[in-house]
């Protein structure tokens, strides 16, 4: 269960890095327009959002290896983990809404340029979002 954790806080911590290098990258930016300023929020959220994602699952992934046991999988004796589902959900949220934000993000990104540009970046980061909703949908499934 704990390399679940750190494999979900790996990939997290790594978006939320990627939204940062493109957040620092738009407020270098020189010239500014309601695109500008779109990205800028929607990069904010992803930003946000996965690096609460990475942080709750790293803080979850380490709680549950001092707390369950390896062999047996069971917690401890005095360790409830009701919680547990209830958390994940919380953070698997914060997950999607940073990922939905990446898209989006990727997608204005193109309109910093010109507007064919931002058609193109808009189509293609649409349709690595249909795949990307695919790929969860059948994960979960």
Known sequence: MTELYSQLTSVSAVLAGFAITFLAL???HRESNRY???SVGVTVVAAASLLVAALGWSLIGSLLSQVVDANTGAPAEGYDLSWLAGAHRILSFAFLCGLVSLFVMLGLS?????RALGIFST?????AAATAWQVIQHMID
């Open 26 to 28: 738009l407020l270098g």
């Open 36 to 38: 500008l300023s779109a």
């Open 110 to 114: 193109g309109w910093l340029r010109s």
């Open 123 to 127: 189509a293609v980061s649409a349709g």
